[in-house]
């Protein structure tokens, strides 16, 4: 029965193999945020890396834009249904901020990623690794828009996207993991969309 609903998903979006389980496809860019878009100037935005033992390091948009970038081109997945294919996005892997601010990441398993305007959300560190995850600032070409998390967001795409935090302002690593704001509301701890992990026990 399951794999019957899941094939008529399939023929309804298209049959797009990237499309995961569950997901229609979708040519807008919708807009989903828990409260109002903060305001952030790029010359106020700063990233604080917070390291297991209290020690931090702080890297400011000139600092940030001292770090290759890197464009990337990927699907995002929203774990209300919607998915986008081939969205792209500039921005500075995340590997090369963790070893640019030079916090240690020993004992750490864990990241709960901040925003400005308090949102959270945690995810396995490893996941941020290995260039998977990127600080982006730049959408289809053009600075990212406020409501989309400009001037600066976490990416990280092979996780459901509220993973990906808009006005990223800081990445807290944590010896062990810390649900964020949506996976304290019920929201699965990993979000992997090709498996369906939206709420806690998928
Ligand atoms: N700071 C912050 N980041 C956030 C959110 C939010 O409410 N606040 N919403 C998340 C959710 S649920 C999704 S689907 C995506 C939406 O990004 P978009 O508005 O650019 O489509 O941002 C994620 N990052
Ligand atoms: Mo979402």
């Known amino acids: 029965m399951d794999i019957v609903t899941r094939g008529f998903v399939g023929r309804r979006s298209g049959g797009d193999p990237r499309i995961p389980p569950g997901q229609y496809l979708e040519r807008d860019f919708p807009v989903l945020s828990a409260g109002p878009t903060p305001v952030v100037r790029r010359e106020d935005w700063t990233l604080r890396v917070e390291g297991v033992d209290g020690s931090s390091g702080i890297l400011s948009w000139a600092d940030l834009h001292r770090l290759p970038v890197e464009d990337v081109r990927t699907d995002i997945h929203c774990v209300t249904k919607w998915s986008k294919l081939d969205t792209s996005w500039r921005g500075v892997d995340v590997e090369a901020v963790l070893a640019a601010v030079g916090v240690g990441t020993q004992n750490a398993t864990h990241v709960l990623v901040h ?70 509301l019920g929201y699965h701890e990993y979000g992997d969309p090709w498996r369906e992990q939206r709420y806690v026990g998928d």
């Not at 560190?125 to 730049?138: M, N, S």
């Not at 998390?149 to 990906?164: D, E, I, M």
């Open 115 to 184: 925003a400005h305007g308090g949102y959270t959300t945690n995810l396995p560190l490893a996941d941020l690794r290995g260039g998977r995850a990127w600080i982006a600032t730049e959408y289809e070409g053009a600075s990212l828009a406020p409501e989309h998390g400009g001037p600066a967001r976490l990416l990280v795409p092979h996780l459901y996207f509220w993973k990906s935090a808009k006005w990223v302002s800081g990445l807290q690593l944590l010896a062990h993991d810390r649900p964020g704001f949506w996976e304290q």
